[in-house]
């Protein structure tokens, strides 16, 4: 059955380098959304996208994080440099513009250290 | 602004019925949707109310109240399998405002 695919599904790295995670939505949605999730702030949205277009990151620490959709298969979220503080799940979700369903990747579990 | 409150733990007994409270304060309101979270896992959706009463989904109920801000999701027959995390969230501009979320302990 359809379902959000999210790559690394973990990732371990150093302070100050960069890290990128890829999601793939479900075919035909045309909504992304981006969450962060750890145990002090729960679920943050972080940027959402309706038709590949960017319409709200005011989540996002603008001078490290950024999100892109290159094509519609294809949703990424870099940080660079990427801190301690960035330690969390990062969530990827897509859904259908109008619907209030959103179907959720298993996410990227990041420890930057 | 938009803020949703909602207990941070809950605990009960396997066939059991448990209640989880959410109250909301949004600038604009559509409705209120209820989120399951298993430890590890993904959010996976389990209900949404746009209107004033009780939905029913099989064991799970979810109710609103739009007069008083403030729902509440309802799980009966309690199983081990439910214990989890559930969020409450609200629809804002197309996007989805969550609460932090009640961890419900299902002991045997």
């Known amino acids: 059955d359809a379902r959000v695919t999210q790559t690394p599904r973990d990732k371990v790295t150093e302070m100050g380098q960069e890290v990128t995670m890829r999601c793939q939505p479900i075919l035909g949605h045309n909504t992304v959304f981006w969450y962060r999730q750890t145990m002090m702030q729960g679920l943050e949205l972080l940027a959402y996208f309706r038709n590949r277009a960017p319409l709200d990151d005011s989540g996002m620490p603008k001078d490290r994080f950024s999100a892109e959709m290159p094509d519609a298969t294809l949703a990424t979220l870099k940080i660079q440099p990427s801190e301690p503080r960035d330690s969390a799940v990062y969530f990827c979700?897509?859904?259908?513009?109008?619907?209030?369903?959103?179907?959720f990747g298993p996410g990227t579990r990041l420890t930057v250290t | 602004g938009q803020s949703l409150e909602q207990p941070s733990e809950v605990t009960a007994v396997e066939g059991a019925i448990v209640q989880i409270n959410c109250t909301y304060q949004t600038s604009g309101f559509y409705g209120l949707s209820w989120y399951q979270q298993h430890d590890g896992g993904a959010p996976t959706f389990l209900s949404y109310n746009a209107l004033d009463g009780l939905e029913e989904t099989g064991r799970f109920s979810s109710f609103l109240s739009r007069s008083d801000s403030y729902g509440y999701l309802l799980l009966q027959e309690l199983q081990m399998k439910d214990s989890a995390s559930y969020f409450c969230a609200v629809p804002q501009g197309g996007k989805l405002i969550f609460g932090q979320g009640t961890e419900l302990s299902v002991k045997p």
């Open positions: 979700a897509s859904g259908l513009d109008g619907s209030y369903e959103q179907y």
